[in-house]
């Protein structure tokens, strides 16, 4: 069945870098692109960016720029998603969710990963 | 960038009433939206898309509508596995951006 699946929770010190993997089962990779959304504690959903499996283009939440980076390995049909210069202000819970590429990108989230709780303390 | 305003923040009802919620963009979004339950330690689950479009396996008793900048999801007759947090997204802009949500809760 279709699915994605991360990697497990992570505990890092302010000032680390931290990176989330997400596998993608159960469809063509290629035809789906690939976002990030955080969730800190208790709050709401925060965008993050985007990437495209195919060519690895990507785009990120303004906020985030010069600090997220997004990859992904097509041979593994796995998505990353890099977080540096971590403060505790990034404590969350990371999702990753699919859009179809026949959209821009731009496109209501069908299917998510479970879930990396990414926790940044000293 | 758009913001999303979502009202009531909490909904109490009681099972087998009407909910109804609502979500309000601060600039028109067409029909690109949708509408995620998110039940606690799970990820969000997609219910509607184009603002009216139930997504696959979506029971009919959850229906949305609007259009432009007022939207609504009404679940006609609460089950027990209904209550939980319910977050708009729109898609018409980047950055794609969600409401801070509603938490149906029982009464």
């Known amino acids: 069945q279709v699915q994605l699946v991360q990697s497990g929770a992570e505990v890092k010190k302010p000032g680390a870098s931290v990176k989330v993997s997400c596998k993608a089962s159960?469809?063509?990779?290629?035809?789906?692109?690939m976002h990030w959304v955080r969730q800190a504690p208790g709050q709401g959903l925060e965008w993050m960016g985007i990437?495209?499996?195919?060519?690895?283009?990507?785009s990120y939440a303004q906020k985030l720029q010069g600090r997220v980076t997004m990859t992904r390995d097509t041979s593994t049909s796995t998505v990353y998603m890099e977080l540096s210069s971590l403060r505790s202000e990034d404590t969350a819970v990371y999702y990753c969710?699919?859009?179809?590429?026949?959209?821009?990108?731009?496109?209501?989230?069908?299917?998510w990963g479970q879930g990396t709780m990414v926790t940044v303390s000293s | 960038e758009i913001v999303m305003t979502q009202s009531p923040a909490t909904l109490s009802v009681s099972p087998g009433e009407r909910a109804t919620l609502s979500c309000r963009a601060s600039?028109?979004?067409?029909?690109?939206l949708a509408w995620y339950q998110q039940k606690p330690g799970q990820a969000p689950r997609l219910l509607i898309y184009?603002?009216?479009t139930r997504a696959t396996g979506i029971p009919a008793r959850f229906s949305g509508s609007g259009s432009g900048t007022e939207f609504t999801l009404t679940i006609s007759s609460l089950q027990s596995e209904d209550f939980a947090v319910y977050y708009c997204?729109?898609?018409?802009?980047?950055?794609?951006?969600f409401g801070q949500g509603t938490k149906v809760e029982i009464k």
């Open positions: 969710a699919r859009v179809p590429t026949v959209t821009t990108g731009a496109y209501a989230f069908d299917i």
């Open positions: 159960g469809y063509t990779f290629t035809s789906y692109y």
């Open positions: 990437i495209n499996p195919s060519g690895g283009s990507t």
């Open positions: 600039q028109s979004v067409s029909s690109n």
């Open positions: 184009g603002a009216s």
């Open positions: 997204q729109q898609y018409n802009n980047w950055p794609l951006t």
